[in-house]
């Protein structure tokens, strides 16, 4: 089965500084990477997707995140964090199972970031 | 981007009731939907994937005789909570996609469920 991994429940940053919020990942073949936010009593909202192609993905609100084949990460990444950037982030992988695609969610990271 | 909408968006009610919760796809064909619940600051379980105009499949644990999803339509499931209890209170989020080779999916907003 593939997942994938977040290592960090909590991820603290000051304002305007970088921030990463980590993500690693295990599938068979190539896999089909994913960021999405939310924002509290909130669905989530897709942020990047990484199927093929360029291995620095950049997505809304200036996120980016690098593919790292060699060490199977999907790393999310942002060279200033804003107070509002503060939400639940969480890195998806999408399986094939049964015959159809099936998302497979990490168990998100907690990103605060402080004024 | 896509929308998704949810409703209700959030519903109380007595134990042993049942809620219908709808999930709509508002610009785009939805051939497959998803349904999670979410459990305060936890990841996302998925509880089914349902395809319009067959029956859902539902993850392992989770009741399908509690927990009923039609998808009679491309842009319309909904779940239902038959029997509510307050162990059912939860966050359930539906989400979209416009077909299997489709990556990207598009979430609702989400249905706060309180059982009294």
């Known amino acids: 089965a593939q997942s994938v991994a977040q290592p960090e429940d909590q991820v603290n940053v000051a304002e305007g500084n970088p921030l990463t919020v980590k993500c690693t990942y295990s599938v068979s073949g190539n896999p089909y990477l994913f960021w999405y936010v939310q924002y509290p009593n909130r669905g989530l909202q897709f942020l990047l997707k990484y199927i093929t192609g360029d291995n620095l993905v950049k997505g809304s609100y200036g996120f980016e995140a690098e593919f790292n084949k060699s060490q199977t990460s999907f790393h999310l990444k942002k060279p200033s964090a804003l107070v509002s950037d503060s939400a639940l982030y969480f890195c998806?992988?999408?399986?094939?199972?049964?015959?159809?695609?099936?998302?497979?969610f990490g168990r998100g990271t907690s990103l605060i970031v402080h004024p | 981007g896509a929308v998704v909408s949810q409703h209700p968006s959030r519903v109380i009610c007595k134990s042993g009731t049942s809620v219908k919760i709808e999930c709509r796809s508002l610009d785009f064909q939805a051939t497959t939907m998803f349904w999670y619940r979410q459990f305060p600051k936890k990841s996302l379980m998925l509880m089914a994937t349902?395809?319009?105009?067959?029956?859902?499949?539902?993850e392992q644990g989770v009741e399908k005789d509690k927990f009923l999803i039609n998808h009679a339509s491309l842009t319309l499931s909904t779940l239902t909570v038959t029997s509510a209890h307050p162990e059912d209170s939860s966050f359930y989020i539906c989400s979209a996609r416009a077909g299997e080779e489709q990556e990207t999916q598009y979430f609702g907003p989400g249905t706060r469920l309180l059982v009294l």
């Open positions: 349902s395809n319009e105009g067959s029956k859902a499949t539902y």
């Open positions: 998806a992988v999408r399986e094939r199972r049964g015959g159809s695609y099936i998302p497979t």
